[in-house]
Each structure stands twice: as structure tokens, then as C-alpha cells.
């Protein structure tokens, strides 16, 4: 039902999660809600890599595989075009932290498919993730995703390097003080972006981290992303 109340076909978010190995369940978010009272449908994969399905699984998107997790992403809007409600020349691909990275990467593998993409705290270039993260965190991450030896897999794997196949406008959020993804991610990917003369729109909070606590920075991280996406979808 679109936001009218009329019957017909609804912009569809693809939310993917963060982790990698997390798992999304049927439970209430309220920044989803908001979407949902916009008019959005909203789509939550667990793509491969996603804990909840044995550990077999869960390492199936394991560095040299890290892009075939990007390939259930484009399942999941396969399965959309044969759904009558799901209006699959509005979808958008929406993400945070390692769902920051799939979004870069979803809109460098398969551009053709998304209106536009929202982007939190993602990572867009793993060498430099890697370099600048806590160094209390880069030996756990590097046997995620491939460690600093291996510049070549690094490099393959990162959306930065794609960034010339990027067609939709991409909506951009990140906190200043962020340790786990720093800064400079959204700041490089941001930068390329607009070098291409695609729209882009960065909202960074100097006194956010890995996420947006203040209630009022909530607010206004959220008016602009549907004002974003009133303007492009």
C-alpha cells in the first residue's frame, strides 16, 4: 500500500547489517519506523557472513570471499522485481559499519540497480580501515577481512577503487570521533564521489563516534536522509 493508503507498488530500503556477523530478527527500531510512516517498504538480508545459520556460514564471506556476500544483496533485489508491492526503480541500499561498506560496495558492483544510498560509518577502503582503526582491533578485523600483507586483496576488495561505477546519489553519515571506522573513510569516499559530479551529501558530527547518540543529532540525521531521498528517489 503506498503512503496514500492507495493500493500499488512502494520504494523499497535494503537494510543490511553491520558486523559482519550479526543477525537481523523481527524486533522494533524506531528510526525503521520513520521510514516506514515515509512510505518505504523495508527489506533486512542476512547475507552470507550473517551469525544465526552455524559457523560454515558465517565464514562464507571470510576476506578473499568478502564480495559474495555483495552478491546476496543482489539476490535480494531479484526476489524483489516479483513482488507486485515492491517498486524496484526506487530502491534505495542503506547501511551502518560493515552495512556501510556493503552499501559502497553494492552501488560499485551493481550501480544500475539503486535510486540512491545511505551510507553510515562505512568503511571505504579496507588498506587505509586497517591502518587507522584501534590497533586493538586490527589483528580481530585482518582475519575478517584480509590483513595489511595483503595489499592485492585489500585493494580488490574495497569500493573505493570502484568508485567510477557509482551512478545513484549517495547520502553520507559519520561521527568525527569515530575509533572504529575513522573518519577519513567517509571523507575519501565522499571526496571521489563528488569528483564525479554525482550527488553527495556528508553529515558529520564532531562530537558523534561510531554512533549518533545525541537525541538532537538524531533528529537531524534523520530529517536530512528524507529529505535526501525525497529529493532523488
Known amino acids: ?55 560454515e556460514y558465517t565464514h562464507l564471506d571470510d576476506q578473499e570471499k568478502r564480495l559474495d556476500s555483495v552478491k546476496d544483496i543482489k539476490h535480494a533485489t531479484e526476489w524483489l522485481e516479483d513482488q507486485p508491492a515492491a517498486d524496484t526503480d526506487s530502491l534505495v541500499v542503506y547501511g551502518r559499519s560493515y552495512g556501510g561498506f556493503m552499501v559502497l560496495s553494492a552501488i560499485t558492483q551493481y550501480p544500475e540497480r539503486w535510486a540512491a544510498a545511505v551510507d553510515f560509518v562505512g568503511i571505504a577502503d579496507f588498506q587505509t580501515f586497517l591502518e587507522n582503526t584501534g590497533e586493538w582491533r586490527r589483528e580481530h578485523r585482518a582475519a575478517e577481512y584480509g590483513s595489511l600483507d595483503d595489499p592485492e586483496l585489500l585493494e580488490r576488495i574495497s569500493p573505493i577503487h570502484d568508485v567510477d561505477e557509482i551512478q545513484c546519489p549517495l547520502f553520507i553519515q559519520h561521527g568525527a570521533n569515530d575509533p572504529r571506522v575513522p573518519v577519513g573513510e567517509a571523507e575519501q569516499i565522499a571526496d571521489a564521489v563528488e569528483e564525479r559530479g554525482i550527488p553527495v551529501e556528508t553529515c558529520i558530527f564532531e562530537d558523534e563516534g561510531h554512533h549518533t547518540t545525541d537525541r538532537e543529532n538524531l533528529i537531524e540525521e534523520f530529517e536530512r536522509i528524507a529529505a535526501f531521498l525525497d529529493e532523488h528517489v
Open 1 to 55: 500500500m503506498s503512503e496514500d493508503g492507495s493500493d500499488g507498488e512502494v520504494p523499497v530500503m535494503v537494510d543490511i547489517h553491520g558486523g559482519p556477523e550479526h543477525q537481523r530478527r523481527p524486533w522494533f527500531y524506531p528510526t525503521k519506523q520513520y521510514f516506514l510512516n515515509q512510505g518505504y517498504a523495508v527489506l533486512e538480508p542476512n547475507v552470507r557472513g550473517s551469525s544465526g545459520y552455524g559457523k
